[in-house]
């Protein structure tokens, strides 16, 4: 597989202040690549660094191979990005804005243009100085996209969306990406990431603490089950290996697995089931998981 | 009151700078007077009977330059100019940069009224002003007095500086309306300095011709100026109720305006 | 390209109204001649009375200054001002822009690299002040020809119109280097204005004083125009320090441009 994005011992300082130090992961091509953290971690530093808004004060970065400060303006041609907060040119109109951006791809974009509005919604004959701020994010998300990019670099993009939008926002992400477009997703909602990502990196005061494909975090992990049987549940009917924080009420139980599924199904199995439950635990438990075991 | 304190700590950089520029200006000016750079008693009485379009020609008006105040009266046209600046970017500034920074929704949603908000505002910079026009004059006063000291001075500083006063005022109370009429924060300071440029230049055209005359009302240069205040000795009151009935009006406008306005966000 | 015709639309509004302004001083104040002539014609003839040596002394000194050039030359000196601050503006104002509207992220993300982000932007801002230039130098000598009437040296016209081309200049590079080094500019004019204003009064002190550091240090003093008129050139000291500031000014614009970091706002 071809690395799209190769991050190398990044560092950056802000004189004595956060930053980020040491920073390394790699995107494949064609992944949807989860990058994951809280406020002031370092997302949106490593994210202007990859693109060259700010420089490295050690380590490279580079993309499709070439180096993310030398070559800035040749890998940009295939880079769409979406900042938190949306920009927006005096007195323009929206359809002047996305002119423009796209007069800067030496091709013609206007075709995807107007796919884009539609799906988007956008009247693009407004002035982007009226618009709601959600429907600004709207212009920034066509304009980040507009030129078919190779990879999308979104840095907090859904605040300010409705649900519906965010709903027909990550089906547009999920289309570029089966067309072949990859796509480094930041973002402080871990349910965001868990509908969209493959891969996942987190990142806390400039450290990335760890990088996991989202298979294998969910596979890793306690799954939640909850039964209901017809008859009363014996005490220790459940004292297999891997069972954890164990309740039987009567003919309710409800504990954590981790392990091979099949032994816990046999056991299941071997009761009448009136109902029953399993639960993946969110993102977020996993994130807190993770967190107080680095802090 | 907390609105005042916050005004008067984000003004105090400004403050800082502005008094300092005004210190060199009239350092830099006073120190650069020497007595014996004045022309002979002869051709200053004939410079004194120029017309007066020539005298704002040859800049030196109708000073004695061989005195210290003739010298500093040169500078007073600088020094009034800079109040103006100061004062109308302070009054512009400190209205619409709520809405410049995007800190409106902050303001506007606690429990007090928008005419108290201008009023602490107004406050505020009334106070800087009054602090840069107490430390000009020390330092005029200072400088002045290094090189000839007689009775006079005092009363003659002292009048220059209550124009300096009144001009900060209207034009602080003239950025402040620009301001609250403005929905478009980036607007006011420029509107405010354009006025300033407009009087400038319309102060010399009014110098320069006898025949607009007329239009010496329109320019606040024109109200309190070093001539009138040194040879004449006095401060003329229309002028003063001029300057006064320019700020409540401001003042007025900047209060229902501002009440009034949607408020962007 | 596109960036640098999108910043001439950007900059078209402006570019006109200061084209149309500086052309308005110089109608309103050129308008005065015959005048001014008069007054001092009928000045000159009254001076009878007094000493032979005063009256030499002086007339000399009304002659110059009332002669076409020699009022151009004074009516001049304000455009000149208004000129200055034409160009640190547009320097200031198409740097800080990107960062006051938050749309650096959008230009920089673009497939371009920032040295010809720069170039774009410096010529764009390039054009518009030679647009104002060129127009005014047509425009000041057709207002000579209407105004006074008389026969003046069209060469030296030239060249003392042409210092407004380069004065502006010299500005603009001051404030596109400012707005390269301190990129949280909120209000253009409140830096513009008081730095024009320091220069402006620098040269106040050097045309008082004739000091020479004071002459260097104000660039509203670097070409004299009775220098001009007597010599039908510009005086070369002062020539290539203008160049060298426009190069170096730019040069460092360049360096710390490339290399700075451009954070989210």
Not at chain 2, 26 to 47: C, D, P
């Amino acid at each position: 597989m071809i690395k799209v994005i190769e991050i190398n011992n990044l560092t950056k300082n802000y004189g004595k202040s956060r930053g980020i130090v040491d920073v390394s992961f790699d995107v494949m091509e064609g992944e949807i690549y989860g990058f994951i953290g809280p406020n002031g971690a370092g997302k949106s530093t490593t994210i202007r660094t990859l693109l060259s808004l700010i420089y490295p004060t050690s380590g490279s970065a580079k993309i499709f191979g070439l180096d993310c400060v030398k070559d800035a303006a040749t890998i940009k041609k295939d880079i769409g990005y979406l900042p938190s907060e949306v920009f927006y040119y005096d007195g323009m109109k929206v359809k002047d804005l996305l002119n423009y951006s796209a007069s800067f791809y030496n091709k013609d974009c206007s075709k995807r243009i107007k796919e884009l509005t539609d799906i988007m919604e956008l009247d693009v004959n407004k002035k982007i100085d009226d618009l709601s701020f959600g429907n600004k994010k709207k212009v920034g998300i066509v304009q980040g996209l507009l030129h078919e990019p190779k990879l999308i670099i979104l840095d907090e993009p859904t605040s300010g969306l409705d649900p519906l939008m965010q709903q027909k926002f990550f089906q547009l992400l999920k289309e570029e990406n089966e067309k072949g477009a990859t796509i480094l997703f930041s973002s402080h909602i871990l349910s965001e990431v868990q509908r969209l990502c493959s891969k996942l990196a987190i990142i806390k005061e400039g450290k990335i603490i760890k990088i996991e494909t989202m298979s294998s975090i969910n596979d890793n992990n306690y799954k939640k089950f909850k039964v209901e049987a017809a008859d009363e549940i014996g005490e220790d009917y459940f004292g297999i290996k891997g069972v954890t924080d164990l309740v039987i009420k009567g003919n309710e139980a409800s504990f954590l697995y981790k392990g091979d599924i099949n032994a816990v199904m046999q056991k299941v199995a071997g009761l009448k089931i009136v109902n029953i439950s399993v639960i993946e635990p969110d993102l977020e438990e996993i994130f807190l998981h993770y967190y107080e075991k680095e802090a | 009151m907390n609105i005042f304190k916050r005004e008067m700590r984000a003004n105090l950089k400004s403050l800082i700078v502005w008094s300092l520029s005004m210190v060199m200006l009239i350092g830099a000016g006073m120190g650069k007077f020497s007595s014996t750079s004045g022309a002979s008693a002869e051709m200053t009485e004939l410079i004194s009977s120029l017309p007066n379009s020539l005298k704002a020609m040859f800049g030196f008006g109708n000073f004695d330059l061989s005195k210290a105040i003739g010298f500093y009266a040169i500078l007073y046209l600088y020094i009034i100019v800079m109040g103006a600046i100061h004062a109308a970017m302070l009054g512009a500034g400190i209205i619409s940069k709520e809405e410049r920074d995007k800190t409106t929704e902050f303001l506007i949603v606690k429990p007090i009224k928008r005419h108290t908000i201008i009023t602490n505002k107004m406050l505020a910079a009334f106070v800087n002003v009054i602090i840069l026009n107490v430390i000009t004059f020390s330092v005029s006063y200072k400088m002045v007095s290094m090189f000839t000291l007689d009775a006079s001075l005092f009363g003659q500083i002292g009048m220059m500086m209550f124009g300096l006063f009144m001009i900060q005022l209207i034009f602080l109370t003239i950025g402040a309306a620009f301001a609250a009429i403005n929905r478009n924060s980036k607007k006011a300071p420029v509107l405010a300095t354009s006025t300033i440029l407009i009087a400038y230049f319309l102060n010399m055209a009014v110098q320069l011709s006898g025949n607009l005359s007329f239009l010496k009302y329109f320019t606040p240069f024109q109200y309190f100026t070093a001539d009138s205040i040194l040879n004449e000795g006095t401060i003329s009151i229309g002028y003063v109720v001029l300057s006064i009935i320019i700020m409540v009006g401001m003042l007025t406008v900047t209060y229902s305006r501002y009440e009034k306005r949607d408020l962007m966000v | 390209m596109n960036m640098y015709i999108h910043e001439l639309k950007a900059g078209k509004r402006s570019t006109i109204i200061w084209t149309v302004t500086l052309l308005a001083i110089l109608i309103l104040y050129m308008s005065f001649y015959t005048m001014i002539k008069n007054d001092a014609d009928a000045f000159v003839k009254i001076m009878e009375g007094v000493s032979p040596v005063i009256r030499q002394a002086l007339g000399i000194a009304i002659n110059q200054i009332t002669s076409p050039l020699g009022y151009y030359s004074f009516v001049f000196s304000f455009i000149l001002f208004l000129g200055a601050l034409q160009g640190m503006n547009t320097g200031v104002n198409i740097i800080s822009k990107e960062v006051r509207d938050k749309t650096a992220d959008f230009l920089l993300t673009k497939p371009k690299t920032r040295v010809s982000i720069i170039t774009a932007k410096l010529l764009a801002g390039l054009t518009c002040i030679l647009i104002t230039g060129v127009i005014y130098i047509i425009m000041s000598a057709i207002a000579m020809s209407l105004f006074t009437g008389e026969t003046y040296n069209m060469t030296a016209l030239i060249l003392i119109s042409t210092t407004l081309l380069i004065t502006e200049l010299i500005f603009y590079t001051l404030g596109f280097l400012t707005a390269v080094i301190f990129p949280k500019i909120k209000s253009v004019i409140s830096v513009s204005l008081p730095v024009v204003f320091a220069f402006y009064f620098a040269g106040l002190m050097a045309s008082i004083t004739g000091d020479e550091l004071y002459r260097d240090l104000s660039i509203f003093k670097y070409f004299n125009p009775m220098y001009i008129i007597l010599n039908s050139s510009y005086e070369t000291k002062y020539l290539m320090l203008s160049v060298a500031i426009i190069i170096v000014g730019f040069a460092l614009s360049y360096v710390i441009y490339s290399k700075k970091d451009v954070h989210a706002v």
